[in-house]
C-alpha cells in the first residue's frame, strides 16, 4: 500500500471541526520532527515557533491551532519549508513531497506542498485560483505588448476590469488586498507606452495612511515600487538624508523622505527610510553599527507598532553571536538582565528534563570551582518547560545566575543554540571566541571546556 493511497484512507476518518484550525499533513521528507512556526511580521520575514510535531513511522503527522484571522505557517524540517495560509476553523490535508525544493540563500529550501480535498471557499483555493487565471491571461497577451502595445494596454485594462467586478464585492478583505497588490506587481508593472505612471502607481496603490504589515502582497509591492529610494531622492532631500546618517539624526532622516512627492505621510516615511538604511547596510554603504543605532531609534519612534518589532528584529539580527562577533557589554548585560562581571563569560543552554544537561551539571560545577576568579557561568533556560526533581537537585550547589526566557524572547535568536546542552564561550572584552564551545566532560579526544578557558586567561 503506497503513502498517497493512505492519504486517502485516513482522509475518511478526519472529522470536522469548528473550534480550531486542524491540520493533518503526510511527509515524505526525511525528518523525525516538523517545526511549526506562525509569520508574524511580513517586513521582517519574522517568525514565532508554535509547536513541534513528529510524523509517525509513515510519515503522517497532525496539529491544531487557534486563530481568528488568515494567517501564514510555515512547515520546516533542517534543510525544507513549506508555508500555507490558515483561516478561522479550517482544515486542511496537505503533502510534503519529496522534492529538493527551490535553492535559496536560507538554510532551508522552500518546498511547495500539495492540497487534498481543499475547500473552495477557503483562502489558499481562492489565491491559487486567481494567480492561475492572472498567469493564464498574461501568457496569452505577453506577446501583444512590443507588437500591438495599444492593443495589449486594452487587454490588460479589460482584465482589471472583470476583475474588480468578480472581486470587489468580496467579503474578504485580505483576498481583495491580495487581489490588488498582486494585479500592481504583475499587470500594472509592465514597462509599456500607455502604461500607468508612477504617480498612477503610487495614488492607486501607495496613498493610505498606514499599512497593512499582515498584507503579504502590499508589503511585496512597496518593497518594489520603494526600492533603491535613497538615490531617487531629489538632490536636496538627499543631502538632507545623508546630513541625517552622518549626524545619526533620526528626525531628520524621517524628513528628508517625508519631503519626497511619492511619500505619503510621516508613516510611510519612515518604512521607505527602514528599506533604505537595510539596503545602504548590506551593500557596505553604512556601517552595521550606525544600521544598528538608526534600527533602535525606529523600534523607539516608529509609529505603527509592526515597524517597529522588525526594527527590533533587525537589531537582533546583527548582534547575533559568531566566532569573533564584539557584542556590546550593555547590549548583552540589559538582554539577560544582569550584571557582567568582567570575567570570562561563559553562556549555557540548559534543557529542564534533557538527561544528558542534567548530566552535565555536577562537571560543570567543578569547571566553575576551578576557574572562579576568572569564569563567570550564566545558565539560560526555556521558562516555560517543567523543572523535574531531578534537575532541581542537579543545581542545588550552584551560584551562578539561572535565567530563565520565554519561547518569543528575542534572546533566542540572538545565542542561536543548536542543541541542548550547549556552551558559548566570550572572553574578558566580550568577543565570541568559542560557538559553540567544549562541554565540562571530555569529548573524544579528551578535551573540556576547560582547555578553552585557559587559552583565554
Not at 539577560?336 to 544528558?356: D, E
Not at 579526544?445 to 583565554?456: F, H, K, N
Amino acid at each position: 500500500m503506497t503513502k498517497r493511497l493512505l492519504i486517502l484512507i485516513f482522509l475518511i476518518y478526519f472529522q470536522q471541526t469548528f473550534a480550531q484550525v486542524k491540520v493533518r499533513g503526510l511527509s515524505f521528507w526525511n525528518s523525525p520532527s516538523l517545526s511549526i512556526y506562525h509569520t508574524t511580521n511580513y517586513l521582517s520575514n519574522e517568525r514565532t515557533l508554535l509547536l513541534e510535531v513528529k510524523p509517525d513511522s509513515i510519515g503522517i503527522f497532525q496539529f491544531e491551532w487557534n486563530t481568528p484571522t488568515i494567517e501564514q505557517l510555515q512547515i520546516c524540517s533542517n534543510d525544507r519549508c513549506s508555508w500555507f495560509y490558515v483561516q478561522p476553523n479550517g482544515r486542511y490535508i496537505i503533502e510534503l513531497p519529496d522534492d529538493a525544493g527551490i535553492p535559496s540563500l536560507a538554510a532551508q529550501k522552500e518546498v511547495e506542498l500539495l492540497f487534498y480535498k481543499l475547500d473552495t471557499f477557503d483562502i489558499n483555493y481562492r489565491i491559487l485560483g486567481f494567480e492561475a487565471w492572472m498567469d493564464q491571461y498574461v501568457s496569452e497577451i505577453y506577446q501583444l505588448k512590443d507588437l500591438r502595445s495599444n492593443e495589449f494596454i486594452s487587454k490588460i485594462r479589460a482584465f482589471k476590469n472583470e476583475t474588480a467586478a468578480v472581486y470587489n464585492q468580496d467579503s474578504s478583505v485580505f483576498l481583495k488586498d491580495y487581489i490588488k497588490y498582486s494585479v500592481g506587481l504583475t499587470i500594472d508593472n509592465f514597462s509599456v507606452i500607455g502604461g500607468p505612471t508612477k504617480e498612477d502607481k503610487f495614488s492607486f496603490y501607495l496613498s493610505e495612511d498606514t499599512l497593512n504589515y499582515k498584507q503579504p502582497k502590499l508589503l511585496e509591492y512597496a518593497r518594489a515600487f520603494y526600492q533603491n529610494y535613497f538615490d531617487q531622492l531629489d538632490q536636496t532631500n538627499r543631502n538632507l538624508a545623508t546630513l541625517a546618517l552622518s549626524n545619526l539624526d533620526y528626525r531628520q532622516l524621517i524628513a528628508a523622505f517625508e519631503a519626497d512627492p511619492y511619500i505619503h505621510n510621516t508613516t510611510w516615511a519612515e518604512f521607505v527610510a527602514f528599506l533604505s538604511i537595510s539596503e545602504l547596510q548590506q551593500n557596505q554603504k553604512i556601517s552595521a553599527a550606525m544600521a544598528t543605532t538608526f534600527y533602535g531609534h525606529f523600534a523607539s519612534n516608529a509609529q505603527q507598532n509592526d515597524l517597529r518589532k522588525a526594527a527590533q528584529h533587525h537589531v537582533i539580527k546583527l548582534n547575533r553571536l559568531k566566532v569573533g562577533k564584539q557584542v556590546s557589554y550593555n547590549y548583552l548585560s540589559a538582554q539577560l538582565q544582569t550584571n557582567l562581571p568582567n570575567k570570562i563569560i561563559c553562556l549555557h543552554f540548559f534543557q529542564p528534563g534533557n538527561q544528558k544537561c542534567i548530566s552535565e551539571i555536577a562537571a560543570l560545577q567543578k569547571v566553575a570551582e576551578r576557574h572562579q576568579d576568572v569564569l563567570q557561568i550564566i545558565t539560560i533556560y526555556p521558562s516555560q518547560n517543567s523543572w523535574s526533581k531531578a534537575d532541581t537537585k542537579a543545581f542545588e550547589k550552584v551560584k551562578w545566575p539561572l535565567i530563565g526566557l520565554k519561547p518569543d524572547d528575542a534572546l533566542w535568536d540572538l545565542l542561536s543554540f543548536q542543541s541542548a546542552p550547549s556552551y558559548i564561550l566570550l572572553d574578558r572584552n566580550q568577543v565570541v571566541r568559542f560557538m559553540p564551545a567544549l562541554g565540562p566532560i571530555p569529548n573524544g579526544s579528551g578535551q573540556t571546556m576547560d582547555t578553552q578557558i585557559l587559552q583565554l586567561k
